[in-house]
């Protein structure tokens, strides 16, 4: 696998927009985060962003086809 | 030797000679539980009466001439497996209320149909996102070799009582390493069937596109007797593979002569303290390996597995984080919190690499029949110790326990984790890592290096006992 361009988009480095995100999801999702969670969110939700721009930094063709295969 | 340490094998052996009978074995377990599991806290839930039960209904069928290759071996399931008549709590405060289980585990049913005796339900992390053995509802699994320190997990409890001499065999799940990792902390072999060969089938899931099932064991040839037991189609989990048995117990002594081995370098050969190499570096000349080989994006494998997991763990559990959060482990609910956030193509990008790192394994493995890679980055840490040194960096125990296991669990190969002890210390293992649906080369090799005195437990002394 190749690494996309740097050009193209990727995920803020943006303490802000994590904050704000963490606000966004749990809404969109229904949860009431505790503030007495909310660090451990933040730190968790950090290192799953990490992960994602390892991920999301890779270069797969369109016809690339995901893991599970459903079978009828 | 004592019954404590005799091998599945053996133990099976004498209850078909009618050397003993189902009921001293399982008598002899539920005895030393009961002695020493207060310092190991390895079992939930013990289950004496109907383990004495299904002894007798062993021993019925030995005095009816009926060989069981499994006949009064006792052994234990990690508390996520169904269990007639107890709550499948899942190391959960919250699914402990759930009502007791209508019926066994497909995987307890095939073990015991071979003969084996559920003694009990093992301790694990909650909701099998642990790597530690740490709970904070049931308290931790210690390790038998040394109670401060931590059994592994999520299979904590599998791992404690098989190390622990409490019983030959058990059972658990391993989604990134949860089998692996107590194995190489309790010095102990454990197999991670390739993904979708064991049934799922009433267990308690955690992330469906990487949830595994396997034993847990002292020896390779126990590993694949329950293994052989258990193997086959299953159309109650839609995930297992619709292939007929393949035996592997009479494989084993056909030896490694003609096998490719490489151990993995690059991402393998980064991040771990050096026992970790010492003990790859030990299985490998033993076996006269001298290449090596490399899955470039491995960590990008990795990376990709997290999410998955992430993701899948906190669909699984949104109801229940909706409505009790406060009654989740705080470790667990946060992270499966923050997993409720992923964005949809962030994990579909994942599955996509899931693929794309399949292929990169099988083209290694055109050139291959095994691979070696460490187990874990270190031996076992202390309980309650939350930071590590790995390559001069300050890290988290509980997230890069699995550095080394996830990336091969993302695509569902087989492995045998094998146990190396340095020194007079704890142990550290080595995963034995074979194509798909080839357990058989990889129980080969453990058998091999067992035989070779290179790879085997080792009794735990637990304290008080003579």
């Known amino acids: 696998m190749q690494s996309r361009k740097p050009n193209l988009p990727s995920i803020p480095d943006d303490p802000a927009a994590l904050a704000a995100f963490i606000d966004a999801g749990a809404a969109m999702s229904g949860l009431a985060v505790d503030p007495a969670y909310r660090e451990g969110v933040k730190i968790h939700l950090n290192a799953v962003t990490n992960a994602a721009k390892l991920v999301l930094a890779q270069k797969l063709p369109d016809d690339a086809e995901p893991g599970p295969v459903f079978e009828p | ?466």
């Open chain 2, 1 to 466: 030797m004592s019954m404590e340490w005799k091998s599945a094998a053996a133990l099976a052996e004498g209850v078909n000679k009618k050397e003993l009978s189902a009921a001293d074995a399982v008598s002899a377990a539920l005895q030393r539980i009961g002695a020493f599991d207060e310092k190991t806290n390895a079992f939930t839930d013990v289950l004496a009466a109907r383990a004495h039960e299904k002894a007798a209904t062993i021993d019925k069928r030995i005095a009816r001439s009926e060989h069981l290759p499994l006949a009064g071996v006792p052994f234990a399931v990690k508390n996520l497996f169904d269990v007639k008549g107890i709550p499948t709590r899942a190391g959960s405060k919250i699914n402990r209320e759930r009502k007791p289980a209508l019926h066994d585990s497909v995987l307890i049913e095939r073990l015991e149909e071979k003969g084996a005796v559920l003694v009990g339900a093992a301790n694990m992390g909650e909701y099998a996102y642990d790597f530690t053995g740490e709970n904070v509802h049931d308290g931790a699994a210690r390790n038998p070799h040394n109670p401060e320190y931590m059994t592994g997990g999520s299979s904590s409890g599998s791992g404690g009582a098989v190390a622990a001499g409490y019983v030959p065999l058990a059972l658990g799940s391993d989604t990134n390493g949860s089998i692996r990792v107590p194995a190489s902390f309790c010095g102990l072999f454990g197999l991670k069937p390739t993904y979708g060969r064991l049934s799922r089938a009433r267990s308690f899931p955690f992330v469906a596109s990487l949830d595994h099932l396997g034993p847990l064991a002292r020896s390779a040839m126990d590993l694949a007797l329950s293994y052989d037991a258990m193997q086959g189609p299953d159309h109650e989990d839609p995930i297992c593979a619709q292939r007929e048995v393949e035996p592997v117990t009479t494989e084993l002594v056909k030896g490694v002569k003609g096998l490719r081995i490489a151990r993995l370098e690059g991402y393998f050969a980064k991040m771990g303290v050096p026992e970790a190499y010492d003990a790859v570096d030990k299985v490998a000349k033993a076996l006269d390996a001298h290449e090596s080989a490399e899955l470039e994006d491995a960590a990008v494998a990795r990376a990709s597995a997290y999410l998955i997991t992430a993701s899948e763990g906190a669909a699984l559990h949104l109801d229940r984080l909706r409505e009790r959060a406060q009654d989740f482990d705080p470790d667990v609910r946060d992270r499966l919190i923050a997993g409720a956030m992923i964005p949809a193509a962030w994990t579909v990008q994942a599955q996509k690499v899931r693929r794309h790192f399949q292929e990169q394994a099988r083209r290694l493995f055109e050139r291959f029949d095994i691979l070696l890679a460490p187990a874990t980055p270190t031996r076992a840490p202390k309980i309650g110790q939350k930071t590590f040194r790995l390559d001069g960096q300050e890290m988290l125990v509980r997230p890069n326990i699995g550095i080394y296991t996830q990336p091969i669990s993302f695509i569902g190969l087989p492995v045998v984790a094998v146990p190396v002890w340095p020194d007079d210390g704890l142990p550290i293992g080595v995963q034995v890592i074979a194509p798909p649906w080839r357990e058989d080369i990889a129980l080969r090799v453990a058998h091999q290096l067992e035989r070779d005195g290179v790879c085997a437990s080792r009794p735990a002394k637990l304290p008080g006992a003579t």
